[in-house]
């Protein structure tokens, strides 16, 4: 029987049989069950995947908070290292590695004479530290957030091999344990024999940690441009780009009604035109009652000092810095085409690619418009002044709101209560401290009651141990007289004219007001190399040249109360126009000779009053320190012409005649001259001293005036720059005027001993100061002071330690 069941068929009309197909209904099951694996593999993949990505996303949040934590270590371990350095108030100059790394470690004497050590700030202590990582380990032991992370942690903090300081972790919510930081402060040795300290921070966060260093120098530094115990006087056409800081006003007597105020600034755009003069006038008295915050500035969309300029009239923000400024009512006076800038010269402007322009300032005050031009010479701040720079408005010929106009660009720091200033001054202290104050963003434009860590008194007897080097130099040289005879038989272009046969001179030279009269000898066009100036020289040196160390000698013993006026003479002249020199004081008690042999009856020939006109000095001027402020008797006078230059990298020798000669001179120092000399090119303490002259005297062709130019840190009792003065350093003063002592015995004010720098008068306190309304008085010239924040400092000056991060340093996961 055959099994096999036959298809299905039909018969087709011929009698064929003809096949049907057969239905295949599992296919769809088959491709259901296709399509369930293939979706449900997607699904795990994504389950997979979507778990990757949950455990790479937990990975990166944790990785993300450990380098965040990492971070805020450094940061905090930063500003504790800081804190704790500004404890430590230090004589020694210049941090190098042999005395820091004595301090970092302990090994030194913390008994005031060299180092003192303020308390600690927001903890106490049972025992001082004997050095600085010593401190940061009481600091850390101090912390509240702190805990045992794992087990040695109980241990911490601790000291390893004497350098390096481990402290514990520090958690960053409190009461949560999984995310912290701990730090490690190293020393670290320099090749360029510099401090500097090395903070690793490690965060971490649920096991992930990340690991993070940068370095910090150890360093000193005195943050102000000028730093006096006496008053400090501002004139107009004088820029200051860094803070100031004066202790004038703490003792009795000092602040008072008259000229008894720590600091006086006038408005750079006075005596322009009259209509310009009553609108400062009047904005000063807006100022006075409307400036907040005491920056010399109106701002329109503040809600007290916007009110100043709501029914003011004519004040605007003309340069749109939004800020109202006297730099804006000169713009309103002088803008004639209302393009919100004034020309002021047109070549510069062309060099700059400025063109079409009309002059509006020509002539009137050329010296104050390049003054403003060329301040703040690296705007773009690259460490370079160049095209890019006159782009953004350097010495382009044109005053508008790219030139960033400030009479101060920093702080002002005063020791007194701003009430007590008030009060004594008879109204609100903006009255005689005219122009803008522009500050760092971080700080504050005025500072009242600064502390005595912060503001620091520089007084003449810190400077004890300071002249010994200086005066070591001119032991093995030959003395002023053999060294002038060589110049006089070597070059005919020299010249000596004994005092006998020379002209009398007023004290001080050119001074309208002077309180003495002198014979001196003249020496002229000769160098000097490492002379010692013998006292009682009362030389004057005419462009002469200077190099190594020029030492200055004098009595230092000159406390007797008439020092000063022993010998002074008045100038007589009578009705035929004879004249004559005659004592100016009678029966004065003579002072005693130092070594108790006889009585002094003239002073001039025991003390030094020097004038440098026209001179170059490439090394350093000292002298002797006096124990008293001698003004009369005990003085230097710097005119003309006058250079400092020490760096060899210095782009203004460039534009010397004699570069290679002052080149020459520079190299071939050694490396012991060239560290003292840097550390101060004027070691001076308790000198007075004037650079430029009383008169603005200016060259044929204004901008060949002569530039006297400063540099380094520049240490003299009282200093007054007057004329045309380029200073790049800072400017320490040691004199302050105490009634019924030295030169106030007989009488006086305190407020009659001023840093000045600028024009003043005897009205304002200067008493050998021009009259600024007197028809000889001409112009007031062009002064610029430029802090120069990597000065190195002399030996004797306590201040504190300063840190500061080196950027460059920072590693991500070494050490």
């Not at 004038?248 to 008072?256: R, T, Y």
């Amino acid at each position: 029987m055959n099994d096999i069941q036959p298809k299905d068929s039909c018969q087709n009309p011929g009698g064929q049989e003809q096949i049907q197909p057969r239905v295949r209904r599992g296919i769809t099951s088959v491709l259901a069950m296709m399509f369930l694996v293939i979706f449900g593999s997607l699904s795990v993949a994504m389950a997979i995947m979507a778990q990757g990505n949950l455990r790479a996303a937990d990975s990166a949040l944790h990785v993300s908070r450990a380098s965040s934590a990492a971070q805020t270590g450094l940061v905090f371990g930063g500003r504790r290292l800081e804190s704790e350095a500004r404890r430590w108030v230090v004589k020694k100059g210049v941090i190098d590695n042999e005395f820091g790394s004595d301090l970092w470690s302990g090994n030194i004497a913390v008994d005031g004479s060299e180092v003192e050590l303020l308390p600690p700030m927001g903890y106490e202590t049972t025992s001082d530290p004997s050095g600085l990582m010593e401190a940061l380990l009481d600091a850390h032991l101090a912390d509240d957030h702190s805990f045992d992370a794992m087990p040695g942690d109980n241990l911490l903090p601790e000291i390893f091999n004497g350098r390096r300081l481990e402290t514990k972790p520090i958690q960053l919510d409190q009461g949560d344990g999984n995310m912290y930081f701990r730090l490690s402060y190293e020393l670290v040795e320099d090749l360029e024999n510099e401090t500097r300290v090395r903070i690793t921070s490690t965060g971490e966060d649920r096991g992930i940690t990340r690991r993070i260093s940068m370095e910090f120098l150890v360093t000193k530094k005195i943050p102000f441009a000028v730093v006096s115990p006496n008053r400090i006087m501002i004139g107009k056409n004088v820029l200051v780009e860094g803070p100031l800081g004066t202790r004038f006003g703490m003792n009795p007597g000092e602040l008072n009604e008259g000229n008894g105020d720590p600091i006086v600034m006038r408005s750079d755009f006075q005596y322009l035109d009259e209509e310009l003069d009553e609108a400062l006038a009047e904005f000063k008295e807006l100022v006075m009652e409307y400036d907040v915050d005491g920056d010399g500035r109106l701002r329109p969309n503040h809600p007290e000092e916007g009110q100043a300029l709501s029914g003011s009239g004519g004040l605007s923000d003309v340069d749109g810095d939004q800020y109202v400024t006297e730099f804006d009512l000169f713009l309103e006076a002088f803008d004639s085409n209302s393009d919100g800038r004034v020309i002021w010269d047109s070549e510069r402007s062309e060099d700059a690619g400025i063109s079409d322009v009309v002059v509006e300032f020509e002539n009137i005050d050329n010296q104050l418009a390049r003054l403003i031009d060329r301040a703040f010479a690296d705007r773009n701040l690259d460490g370079v002044v160049d095209e890019m720079d006159t782009q953004l408005g350097y010495n382009d010929g044109v005053l508008d709101t790219y030139d960033m106009y400030a009479k101060v660009r920093g702080t002002l720091s005063f020791a007194v209560k701003e009430s007590d200033w008030d009060t004594a001054n008879g109204g609100p202290w903006r009255g005689v401290v005219e122009g803008p104050v522009l500050s760092e963003t971080d700080e504050a434009p005025v500072i009242f009651e600064a502390s005595e860590e912060l503001l620091r008194d520089v007084t003449t007897g810190m400077f004890s141990n300071n002249q010994d080097w200086y005066r070591s130099q001119t032991d093995s040289t030959p003395d002023l007289t053999e060294q002038s005879d060589s110049n006089l038989g070597s070059d005919p272009d020299t010249e000596f004219i004994p005092s006998g046969s020379g002209e009398w001179e007023s004290v001080p030279t050119g001074s309208p007001n002077p309180y003495d009269w002198i014979r001196r000898d003249v020496y002229r066009n000769m160098v000097f190399t490492d002379v010692l100036i013998p006292r009682g020289s009362n030389a004057r040196f005419e462009n002469c040249t200077f190099t190594g160390t020029t030492y200055v000698e004098t009595t230092t013993e000159c406390t007797h109360p008439n020092w000063n006026y022993l010998g002074a003479l008045d100038r007589i002249e009578d009705s035929d126009g004879n004249v004559t020199y005659e004592d100016k004081f009678s029966g004065l008690e003579p002072a005693p000779n130092p070594d108790g042999s006889s009585d002094i009856q003239d002073t001039k020939s025991w003390s030094n009053n020097l004038l440098f006109d026209g001179c170059t000095f490439i090394g350093a001027i000292a002298g002797d320190r006096p124990a008293e402020y001698t003004h009369w008797r005990n003085k230097l006078q710097f005119t003309g012409p006058t250079r400092f230059y020490l760096d060899p990298d210095d782009a203004d020798i460039q534009d010397q005649d004699d570069a290679d000669q002052i080149l020459g001179f520079i190299n071939g120092f050694s490396q012991e001259q060239t560290d003292y000399f840097t550390r101060s090119m004027m070691m001076m303490p308790g000198w007075s001293v004037d650079v430029g002259n009383f008169q603005n005297e200016q060259a044929e062709e204004w901008e060949s005036t002569p530039v006297v130019n400063l540099r380094g840190v520049i240490i003299t009792g009282v200093l007054d720059a007057r004329g045309t003065v380029d200073v790049y350093g800072t400017l320490l003063m040691t004199f302050r005027p105490v009634e019924n002592t030295g030169p106030l015995f007989y009488g006086g004010s305190p407020d009659q001993f001023n840093t000045t720098l600028g024009y003043f008068g005897p009205d304002d306190g200067d008493l050998e100061g021009t009259n600024l309304d007197s028809s000889s008085f001409d112009g007031f010239g062009e002064i610029m002071l430029r802090y120069n924040p990597d000065s190195k400092l002399p030996d004797g000056i306590p201040w504190p330690i300063t840190i500061e991060a080196i950027p460059l340093t920072y590693t991500e996961g070494a050490y």
